[in-house]
């Protein structure tokens, strides 16, 4: 999941002929659905999948509020922009004081939910570019507080994270100095980590800051780089990066 860049929405609706349409004009921008007929299967959805979109349908579910809200607490998917259906006015300002960004109403006008839903994809993507992680394995130099130093490699990274191969335990909260070069660029990036989680067996997570504004954006210009790579071949279309 983490290395994909294709971005992804959930729709939850009982109304197939809504699935139907919100999934072909998502298909046509470049963005895969997953739907579901109620609210719990949506929140089962959200603890293992990232999403760049929500869609609900306020005329056929009993209740919004909670998958609104698992929503906003999930760590992946809680800045998912909010579509809501809802056929009368009060609904859809219902849907717009829980969270929604933006209403539709029913019956439904495709031409003005796909102008919406063009608008509304910069956003999802660049969401989607904020949140990548690029598997990819680098090798990198590791130097503790007391001066050890240890030859690592990535199993993948992110702007300001990374996963990595170590041979030594590391302890949960320690501060390293992280070195490594970003291939093609020729760039040697230096940072601060912390490490947020170790599973005793030579893997651990770090969060990462870079010592300087210079070594942050090359990092962001290659992982971007790396993401619309990803994007093209999920897609099976070239399309560049938007301005």
Not at 40 to 60: H, K, P, Q, Y
Not at 64 to 69: A, C, F, R, S
Not at 162 to 188: K, N, R, Y
């Amino acid at each position: 999941m983490s290395n994909t860049a294709e971005i992804k929405a959930l729709l939850v609706t009982h109304d197939h002929e809504m699935v139907v349409m919100f999934s072909d004009l998502f298909r046509e921008i470049g963005v895969a659905v997953q739907s579901y007929g109620d609210v719990s299967g949506a929140e089962l959805g959200l603890r293992v999948v990232r999403f760049e979109a929500l869609v609900l349908d306020f005329d056929t579910l009993n209740t919004t509020l909670p998958i609104i809200k698992s929503l906003r607490d999930s760590h992946s998917s809680k800045n998912a922009l909010v579509f809501a259906v809802a056929s009368d006015s009060h609904a859809r300002q219902r849907a717009l004081e829980q969270g929604a960004n933006f209403a539709f109403e029913r019956p439904f006008q495709p031409t003005r939910i796909k102008e919406v839903l063009h608008t509304a994809y910069g956003l999802m993507l660049r969401e989607r570019r904020r949140y990548f992680r690029h598997s990819v394995r680098l090798s990198v130099r590791l130097r503790r507080n007391c001066g050890t130093e240890l030859q690592c490699t990535t199993m993948n990274i992110s702007r300001n994270g990374m996963a990595v191969s170590t041979p030594s335990v590391l302890d949960l909260g320690e501060t390293l100095e992280v070195v490594f070069t970003l291939p093609d660029v020729s760039c040697v990036v230096t940072a601060e980590a912390t490490v947020v989680w170790e599973d005793k067996h030579g893997k651990a997570g770090l969060n990462f800051h870079c010592a300087s504004l210079e070594h942050q954006n090359r990092l962001v210009g290659w992982l971007d780089a790396q993401f619309f790579r990803h994007l093209n071949s999920e897609q099976g279309t070239p399309s560049p990066p938007p301005a």
